[in-house]
């Protein structure tokens, strides 16, 4: 009886049992290297990634070249038409050639297709909340000192205080 000197004792890493299943998927879509697919943001860049995602790779007819399709939400599609080489010269530096000669934008809703729902984080909100000062409530006070209605007028200068202080902070 042989002894095994491994640390994994007989399981396999999940990389390396998912690695053709996902060599599969991504090349029944045109990536032949998945990398532009799971490494997305370091390869387009943050700001690109935050806005798009790879769909598919296809080829021309004779095999010159091929066309990655990216889809962004319409809002975001102008943004993406500017950066296009940009991002053409990023994904043909992973293949290590020319290999991505265009570029095109696909446009959808925020949600994206029914089969993947696709995903486009924003910037995330502020965790903190600011709480304005006393002398940004003070101004605000001065505001709102002629309305007559209590409750209206406490609304208005928390809200007006809310502004001033967001106003000064940028």
């Known amino acids: 009886m042989t002894r095994r000197n491994t640390s994994t004792y007989g399981f396999a890493h999940t ?3 998912l690695e053709g299943n996902i060599r599969k998927a991504s090349e029944s879509r045109g990536f032949a290297q998945s990398r532009v697919l799971t490494h997305w943001p ?6 690109i990634a935050r806005i798009s995602r790879p769909v598919e790779i296809s080829y021309a007819h004779k095999g010159f070249g091929a066309t990655l399709t ?8 102008p943004m993406l038409e500017m950066q296009k080489e940009q991002l053409r010269a ?5 293949y290590g050639y020319n290999a ?6 696909t446009q959808t809703a925020a949600t994206g297709f029914a ?9 995330p909100k502020p965790t903190h909340k600011s709480v304005p000062s006393q002398e940004q409530t003070a101004r605000a006070r001065t505001v709102t000192t002629g ?8 609304a208005l200068e928390r809200l007006g205080a809310n502004v001033i202080s967001k106003s000064e902070r940028r």
Do not use: S
Request: glycine fraction near 12%; hydrophobic fraction near 45%.
């Open 147 to 154: 309305i007559g209605d209590e409750g209206l007028r406490a």
């Open 115 to 123: 089969e993947g729902q696709a995903d486009f984080h924003h910037r």
């Open 70 to 77: 990216v889809l962004t939400t319409g809002a975001m599609a």
């Open 15 to 17: 990389a390396k049992l």
């Open 90 to 94: 990023r994904i043909n530096a992973v």
């Open 42 to 47: 370091e390869i387009a860049g943050e700001e």
């Open 100 to 105: 991505v000669t265009r570029v095109r934008i």
